[in-house]
């Protein structure tokens, strides 16, 4: 449905520039969810940002059903990009206008996208709507100011906005951060509901790599702007192969952190990987090679000169790593 292909992505600054992406490609497929995953400043958000053609790429292309796409410069093309991908932020209270009920900012999308439509069918529309993520009863949210709202009612309203012009891909941007923990399983259920039974093709960026793992059917780990590993949920998250993955997952929340800190089949017992002290690098001036090294327990000196291929660790399931392509110990997961 939708794809990012080589994208790029740097910021001019008087310094140099930003390497917000490089060289950033994954697929959205129909019905299925993909997770971005990876800690504040990896390039999460700029990423969905240039799927919905909010960013122009330095350099890759975006496809949406195969074909390039660029940034629409005239309104009609934007319209009509916006009319397939719908971006759904991570605050609804700041995507929301105040100044307006919910049936202003669920009937703009319907006059602006849909075919002219007398007030009657507008309106049950817009109940419609609603229902469909939950809202009930409908019409006591029709008049309703976001303030008036909880925090998860106002991010269903954020869906059922995005809903609205029938979309085919859903971008969603830290969909439940802002949520109280209560309602963050509740939403995401939404979700996959939606997914399931309109068929929608949906990017899901978290920093949560134990939501990616209940929701998503894909992940792909961002750190400092490059992809260093991708994989089924099952794969990313039961045998991560990349340290820095190996550090997402034993400091999650998961309820069961040994079944997700299991380590590969083979003889021995996977390593713990701790990242030694260091701060996140600086996008600027990048460290050379695997951007991961200055934190990574396993690095050695030719992380530092080269970066890694990317190197198939099982059927579909990919990795950047020099310790996977030169260190037999560590395939078996035996490293000390």
């Not at 100044?99 to 817009?126: D, G, I, K």
Request: proline share 9%.
């Amino acid at each position: 449905m939708l794809a990012a292909r080589d994208v790029t992505v740097h910021f001019p600054t008087k310094g140099g520039a930003v390497h917000a992406l490089d060289g950033v490609s994954l697929a959205l497929h129909r019905g299925r969810t993909h997770a971005v995953v990876g800690e504040s400043g990896s390039g999460k958000s700029t990423l969905a940002r240039t799927l919905a053609l909010v960013q122009q790429p330095t350099a890759g292309t975006v496809e949406l059903h195969g074909a390039p796409v660029e940034a629409a410069r005239r309104r009609r093309q934007r319209r009509e990009f916006a009319a397939t991908v719908q971006l759904v932020l991570q605050d609804p209270f700041s995507s929301l206008n105040p100044l307006h009920p919910v049936r202003y900012l669920l009937s703009r999308p319907l006059l602006l996208h849909r075919p002219p439509m007398p007030a009657e069918q507008l309106e049950t529309e817009m109940l419609q709507l609603l229902e469909r993520v939950a809202l009930v009863p409908a019409r006591r949210f029709l008049d309703a100011r976001p303030h008036e709202l909880s925090g998860g009612q106002r991010q269903r309203v954020a869906i059922a906005r995005a809903l609205a012009v029938r979309p085919e891909v859903i971008l969603g941007d830290e969909l439940i951060s802002m949520l109280d923990v209560s309602l963050r399983l509740e939403v995401l259920n939404l979700l996959a509901t939606l997914r399931d039974e309109e068929g929608l093709a949906m990017l899901y960026i978290t920093h949560d790599i134990a939501t990616a793992r209940y929701f998503a059917d894909e992940i792909t780990v961002l750190y400092a702007g490059e992809v260093v590993e991708t994989g089924s949920s099952e794969d990313v998250t039961q045998t991560p192969a990349h340290p820095y993955t190996r550090l997402l997952v034993e400091s999650s929340p998961d309820p069961s952190p040994e079944s997700l800190a299991a380590g590969p089949a083979g003889d021995g017992e996977r390593p713990r990987a701790d990242a030694v002290a260091a701060e996140p690098p600086d996008l600027i001036s990048p460290p050379s090679g695997c951007r991961f090294h200055p934190r990574c327990p396993l690095a050695r000196p030719r992380c530092a000169e080269a970066s890694p291929p990317s190197v198939e660790v099982h059927d579909g399931h990919r990795a950047r790593c020099w310790a996977l392509t030169d260190d037999e110990q560590y395939q078996r997961g035996s490293v000390a």
